[in-house]
T-cell receptor, first 113, second 110 residues
Framework: DSGVTQTPKHLITATGQRVTLRCSPRSGDLSVYWYQQSLDQGLQFLIQ???????AKGNILERFSAQQFPDLHSELNLSSLELGDSALYFC????????????FGPGTRLTVL | ELKVEQNPLFLSMQEGKNYTIYCNYS?????LYWYRQDPGKSLESLFVLLSNGAVKQEGRLMASLDTKARLSTLHITAAVHDLSATYFCAVYQYGNKLVFGAGTILRVKS
């Protein structure tokens, strides 16, 4: 158990819908990262937040957005969902004061029908 | 753009034998990580390598980093069934990004 929690574990929805994935980082970690894992694209970095502010952006679609709240939990919002958005979405957190190792949560499996 | 290549992508191992996974990357970086993922599970941190010549060992796994060659290796000694999983290397890219390799699927045959 990494100490990073994610909800929900599974999400099944229809095309065109909007969903929100939630992540709570390890106690004391200020950085939160979001990743998408799919069979064709592998593990792709989406976005990073540090202490409430966006720090880095990867291959995140415009239909996707994220935020980090004052209590440091983060939400990833996915809208106008397409079949190709079906994937495993991971959240990770890290403490840059040490090795900056990212510790991954259990993931949310999103299925778009 | 940083590219990370792992090989092999699939490794069928016999119990008791030694194997090596290679991770090559295309641009300079000073940090490399190895992760393990069991089917349907999350990623577990194995090693972080922070400097040229760094070597880390845990049980039957040993990781090393050569920043000049832009190469990291994950060496498996005397493979056992418990090591069956997918192993990823991830390279730190300036701008707080981790770029992952495609992963190497390890299967240990009895």
């Amino acid at each position: 158990d990494s100490g990073v929690t994610q909800t929900p574990k599974h999400l099944i929805t229809a095309t065109g819908q909007r969903v929100t994935l939630r992540c709570s980082p390890r106690s004391g970690d200020l950085s939160v990262y979001w990743y998408q894992q799919s069979l064709d694209q592998g593990l792709q970095f989406l976005i990073q937040y540090y202490n409430g502010e966006e720090r880095a952006k990867g291959n995140i679609l415009e239909r996707f957005s994220a935020q980090q709240f004052p209590d440091l939990h983060s939400e990833l919002n996915l809208s106008s969902l397409e079949l190709g958005d079906s994937a495993l979405y991971f959240c990770a957190s890290s403490d840059p004061a040490i090795t900056d190792t990212q510790y991954f949560g259990p993931g949310t499996r999103l299925t778009v029908l | 753009e940083l590219k990370v290549e792992q090989n092999p992508l699939f490794l069928s191992m016999q119990e008791g034998k030694n194997y090596t996974i290679y991770c090559n990357y295309s641009t300079t970086s000073d940090r490399l990580y190895w992760y393990r993922q069991d089917p349907g599970k999350s990623l577990e941190s194995l090693f972080v390598l922070l400097s040229n010549g760094a070597v880390k060992q845990e049980g039957r796994l040993m990781a090393s980093l050569d920043t000049k060659a832009r190469l990291s290796t994950l060496h498996i000694t005397a493979a056992v069934h418990d090591l069956s999983a997918t192993y990823f290397c991830a390279v730190y890219q300036y701008g707080n990004k981790l770029v992952f390799g495609a992963g190497t699927i390890l299967r240990v045959k009895s």
